[in-house]
């Protein structure tokens, strides 16, 4: 799906992660983990960049239209798959197919509200479900997810994270909970500084890689985490996946 070699990424004349070397199969469920400011953000918008026409994405931003209403909000997730005419028609009085596609999808995502609510008024949960919801509206094979659960409590967010499997073929997330990426992502990414310290299988990350990668104790967490082997000496720039 994708193979980056030595490739220089960051915004404007700053380069955030250098010479970074990189492949994605499709098929794969990758987490990025790493502190703020680590570059996890930065190396998923390069991804979109380059990905985007078999991307759907889900911004840690959300970038909902305050004044408009569930409906409309998720809807946009399908305005790429239809003409200019059908898209102004359906957003002015929306056609039945797409209500009910539009509802049943909040009912998978256990959003609440009605479809005519204005984002605005929506807690911040509910208004990252929206963002989810239109994500998954855009129906393609690869999701990218910036911290995309990170407004939800963690049993929802495990619910709505297989909701995002079933949706798509291939899921690449940077996340904030080392739990969650070692509980259901086959490949953990991790950034530290700008610097790939760790791309491997979930099975062989160990809890020494999360402690130096995070500059703290997880002893706390240590006991919710799935077991860890003691040592990897895996090469990161030597991993590749096939499913």
Known sequence: MLDLVKCDIGYGPR????????????????AILGPSGSGKSTLLKHLHQILKSKASFCAQSQTLVDNLSVYHNIFMGALGRHNVLY????LLYPFKQNRQEITQLCLTLELDCELQQQVEYLSGGQRQRVALGRAIYQQQALFLGDEPFSALDPAMGERLLQQVFDAHQSVICVLHDP????????????????????????TTLSQAHLQACYDHDLSKK?????????????NPDEYHCVR
């Open 222 to 234: 240590a006991s919710d985490l799935p077991e860890l082997n003691p040592l990897n000496q895996h």
């Open 15 to 30: 380069i955030v992660l250098p010479k970074l070397n990189l492949t994605l199969a499709a098929g794969e469920r990758v």
């Open 179 to 202: 739990i969650m990426a070692m509980k259901h992502f086959d490949r953990i990414i991790l950034l530290q500084e700008g610097t790939k310290t760790f791309d491997g299988p979930a």
């Open 87 to 90: 898209n102004i028609v359906n």
